[in-house]
């Protein structure tokens, strides 16, 4: 048992140690990115009006630290649409990208996913925005909170690149350690048939995981499907559900919790069916 372990803890401590270099890169090259058009960024999605899903979309794949907290922050505020919100949402990365970089996914397979995310959290925004139409008051009331459970707006975009692959870098470890010991132990046909063959229970499973309003659902997502132990839909499904700290956020500053139960039935219920969808597509 105790060489078992040792292996799958070598296994996992190798792998990390190959990733931290390209997830320093990526984080450092994010960084760079949101201190030079953060602000443009979430000025861009206050503006938008009408068209609001279609920019946050678009918008919502550029990877930047703390988005889906700022949109929440604008919701709150009544500066933008609850389609808006949803579109952000759904088309956010967390911490999906660096990941996906980091392990050299194929180019393609990474715009395919980034596509449907974007894709998805439009379509959707602008179909909610047709069935709920939400006065706009005439003077906005932002409470501008800068924070993520892995973002602490650190001046140095050096220093900050460093604390976001220290962390992410540590759930990968511990996710791998726990992968490989299920291997191992010979359990990878059991767990890739859970998840991977369920065309409809694994969407919803990755739909909770996706709830967690922290980095590490996106990373335990993301780890499994490079895993081969989850699938395309249930994957998707899972990081469309997957806000960052944007819904927690939203439950603190928006006072109506009618409204924040409602948005998060939507974007469950708008990821999950989604991924059933592309599981039945791609099986």
């Known amino acids: ?3 078992v372990i040792w292996d799958a803890l070598l296994d996992a401590l190798i792998d990390g140690v190959k990733l931290l ?3 320093f890169l990526t984080y450092l090259a994010m960084e760079w990115l949101e201190h030079k058009a ?3 960024v979430n000025g861009w999605v206050r503006k938008s009006g009408k068209v609001g899903p279609l920019v946050g979309g678009v918008l919502g794949v ?3 630290c703390g988005f889906s907290a700022a949109a929440s922050n604008f919701y709150a505020g009544r500066v933008i649409t609850l389609g808006t919100l949803l579109a952000i949402y759904l088309s956010t990365s967390d911490e999906m990208l660096p990941i996906l970089l980091s ?3 194929a180019p393609l397979l990474i715009l395919k996913i980034l596509g449907c995310k974007m894709g998805i959290g439009i379509a959707a925004g602008f179909l909610v925005d047709l069935i709920y139409r939400r006065k706009q008051p005439e ?3 932002i409470h501008e909170i800068c924070e993520h459970d892995h973002c602490k707006c650190e001046k140095s975009i050096w220093k900050s690149a460093l604390v976001h692959t220290i962390k992410i870098a540590l759930f990968i470890l511990l996710i791998a350690l726990g992968l490989n010991l299920v291997l191992e132990l010979g359990g990878e046909k059991v ?3 859970f998840l991977a063959g369920r065309t409809v229970l694994g969407p919803v499973l990755a739909g909770l995981v996706g709830l967690i309003p922290n980095c590490a659902s996106s990373v335990v997502i993301t780890q499994l499907y490079l895993e081969g132990t989850m699938g395309f839909g249930a994957m998707l499904s899972g990081l469309l559900v997957n806000a960052g700290v944007g819904l927690l956020i939203l439950f603190r500053v928006n006072h109506s919790r009618k409204e924040n139960f409602t948005v998060l039935g939507l974007l469950y219920a708008i990821g999950v069916f989604s991924g059933i969808v592309l599981s039945i597509i791609a099986g």
């Open 38 to 40: 953060g602000e443009k």
């Open 1 to 3: 048992m105790f060489e």
């Open 62 to 64: 550029v990877p930047q």
């Open 21 to 23: 270099p390209f997830l």
């Open 139 to 141: 003077h906005e009331h």
């Open 191 to 193: 767990l890739s048939g």
């Open 103 to 105: 392990e050299h996914v």
